[in-house]
């Protein structure tokens, strides 16, 4: 089993252009996660979906979008990038939750490093 | 505010040597509080998982505590490797998760 893969690894944008970050779990899980991590900050939630056919936004929605293509992927889309969408982005996914958080661990993918020029 | 607090930021330890990670946390209403691993360049690994009533909780070498009265937890590393070299990251659970900044832990030889 891969767990949680995410693709591109690596990936360098112009201002204003747009790209789908892609991501996968072969776990059966029924809820996937889309995360961003900056230099001394925490994990922020940017959307999440609790079961297949759902999304919700998290803490920082603004700038993307996303969407449950089926049960096994969740791809996060910036349509018009910033420089301010410059960071590492986790997709993460657990077998179930009620709401956002529950007793489900968790299980995050390698990460997306994306810089916006 | 919910928030999570780390402690110490970054920590050097020689191959062998113990240590204690710290973790406060102001977040209501609790629910749980994991203790995950990121080594460089990947995804955070979950380590423990503990719900209000559980006060320790191990795995190998990692102990995690928690004190629901004090808003505490430690995470003990014993006789540490230099595998344990990676960011320790404390997350709180209320109806979402709340993260900590981590603590960069560096294993020397």
């Known amino acids: 089993n891969a767990g949680v893969t995410q693709t591109p690894k690596f990936q360098v944008l112009k201002t204003g252009q747009s790209m789908t970050l892609q991501c996968a779990q072969d776990?059966?899980?029924?809820?996937m996660y889309w995360y961003r991590q900056d230099p001394g900050m925490g994990l922020r939630l940017i959307y999440y979906?609790?079961?297949?056919?759902?999304?919700d936004k998290g803490e920082v929605p603004n700038g993307y979008n996303v969407s449950r293509l089926n049960k096994r992927e969740f791809s996060l889309r910036l349509e018009s990038a910033a420089p301010s969408q410059t960071s590492v982005y986790f997709c993460?996914?657990?077998?179930?939750?009620?709401?956002?958080?529950?007793?489900?661990?968790?299980?995050f993918g390698p990460g997306t490093r994306l810089t916006v020029l | 505010k919910n928030q999570v607090e780390q402690s110490p930021q970054s920590l050097i330890i020689l191959e062998g040597k113990n240590c204690t990670l710290q973790?406060?946390?102001?977040?209501?209403?609790?629910?749980?509080l994991r203790w995950y691993k990121q080594d460089t360049g990947r995804g955070p690994v979950s380590l423990t998982i503990?719900?209000?009533?559980?006060n320790t909780k191990s795995n190998g070498r990692y102990t995690a505590t928690l004190d629901a009265d004090t808003k505490q937890s430690s995470l003990h590393i014993t006789a540490s490797q230099l595998s344990d070299s990676a960011s320790y990251i404390c997350?709180?659970?209320?109806?979402?998760?709340?993260f900590g900044t981590g603590t960069r832990l560096q294993v020397f030889p």
């Open positions: 973790c406060n946390y102001t977040v209501s209403p609790f629910s749980n």
């Open positions: 993460a996914s657990s077998q179930k939750t009620s709401g956002v958080s529950a007793y489900n661990e968790q299980f």
């Open positions: 503990m719900t209000f009533s559980e």
């Open positions: 979906s609790a079961s297949e056919g759902t999304t």
């Open positions: 997350v709180v659970s209320t109806d979402k998760l709340i």
């Open positions: 776990m059966n899980h029924n809820s």
